[in-house]
């Protein structure tokens, strides 16, 4: 029998890849990946499922929407999983047009295109077919010492990132309610784990450690974040994607609360276990103190009661053994990590697939 098929933009990011790479595995999807491959995707991130039968890669733009029509027509798609967009908040910072133009324009494209298909299907494949976007806690804003984001948190985006993922979050709210659109939200915390672009900070501060570089800590390093191990959010979203309500937005994670400060000392004593320095001094004399990000926000911590209550979804990592994996999978991986930082991994698909006309 046919395999259903599953859109997924941004499959070559970090957690795109690594929802296919789960979904591959574990499940009967067939994944159409789409993706612009910007700096940020990288498809040796799936050189284990490339050959894979049910896996087709189509490097496009979300905001090209005559290219989107003509992918809905031709793979008849069950639904789409949506994570494709800009995501590092300092870029947003130095140059936010790009995230107005993927997170906004593109969702929106995307949202036109899917909306067009799904009205087209007869009754009982529209009654099936979905669409789940993928968005952050970081729309909720910043917390104090107390309180946790929940499903019902009001809006207070700080940075042209949260600013441009709220924007998409409303106009799939939108299309929900004015259109009917099945649609399913979920807002997840931050991510850490394998394949993650080293301009974050906790794949920054292995890379920099182990080139024997300065660890840069913006401000005081007091800045609370609430980890999550990349797995165990593709798994939520595997389970809001093919169980969750339609129409409701589900929150995700760990409860793993950490000040920036913690989390590269835990960095450090991981490395000076793993792989310890040449001149036997520990990791952490390589922090420094920088100047603070503008607009930085200070505490990030999800409420993930729903879905572990409505979807029974629980973490199963904790931070302790999620770090030591992701430390391990780095150091094992040094020439991921050496294409990524050379430009290389941009010309994999030409290597790997044959050159693009
Ligand atoms: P990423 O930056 O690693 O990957 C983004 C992917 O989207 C890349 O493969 C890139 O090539 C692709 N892309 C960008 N613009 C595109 C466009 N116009 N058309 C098609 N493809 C395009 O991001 P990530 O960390 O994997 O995040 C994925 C999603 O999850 C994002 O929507 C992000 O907002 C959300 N999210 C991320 C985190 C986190 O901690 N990383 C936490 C919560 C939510
Ligand atoms: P980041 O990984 O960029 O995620 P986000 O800003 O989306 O939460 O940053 C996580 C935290 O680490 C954030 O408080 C900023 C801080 N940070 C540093 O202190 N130094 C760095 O070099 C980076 C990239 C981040």
């Known amino acids: 029998m046919a395999h259903p098929t599953l859109f997924i933009t941004g499959g070559a990011g970090f957690i795109g890849s690594a929802l296919i790479r789960l979904l591959i595995a574990e499940s009967d999807w067939r994944i159409v990946n789409i993706d612009k491959l910007t700096y940020a995707g990288n498809l040796e991130s799936l050189s284990s499922v490339a050959n894979d039968p049910r896996y087709v890669f189509r490097q496009i733009d979300i905001c090209d929407r ?29 140059g936010p047009g790009d995230f107005i133009q993927t997170n906004i324009t593109g969702t929106f494209a995307l949202l036109e295109a899917a909306r067009g298909y799904w009205m087209s299907l007869d009754d009982t494949a529209k009654a099936g077919f979905r669409f789940h976007h993928v968005s952050t806690d970081e729309v909720y804003g910043s917390l104090g010492d107390t309180g946790l984001f929940t499903e019902t948190t009001a809006y207070q985006p700080n940075s042209p990132y949260s600013a441009s993922k709220a924007a998409s979050d409303h106009l799939v709210r939108a299309w929900h309610h004015t259109y009917g659109f099945p649609v ?62 339609l129409g409701e937005v589900y929150n995700i994670g760990g409860h793993n609360e950490k000040t920036n400060l913690e989390v590269v000392d835990t960095l450090c004593a991981l490395l000076d276990e793993l792989k310890p320095r040449a001149d036997g001094k520990p990791y952490r004399e390589l922090k420094t103190y920088v100047a603070d990000r503008p607009g930085h926000d200070k505490r990030y911590a999800i409420d993930a009661t729903k879905i572990g209550a409505e979807l029974a979804w629980t973490p199963q990592e ?34 790997n697939y044959g050159a693009r006309t």
């Open 66 to 94: 005559p290219a989107l029509d003509a992918l809905f027509a031709e793979f008849q798609p069950t639904g789409v999983i949506h994570l494709a967009a800009e995501s590092h908040v300092d870029r947003s910072i130095h």
């Open 184 to 245: 399913v939200t979920t807002n997840c915390s931050n991510n850490y784990g394998p394949c993650q672009f080293p301009e974050k900070l906790i794949p920054l501060m292995i890379h920099n450690a182990v080139s024997g570089k300065p660890l840069p800590i913006y401000g005081k390093g007091d800045n609370i974040r609430d980890w999550l191990y990349v797995d165990d959010h593709a798994r939520a979203l595997r389970l809001v994607f093919e169980q969750g309500k």
């Open 318 to 351: 904790n931070f302790e053994t999620g770090l030591r994996k992701t430390v391990q999978w780095y150091l094992d991986n040094t020439e991921w990590v050496a294409h990524v930082v050379s430009g290389e991994y941009r010309n994999w698909m030409d290597t």
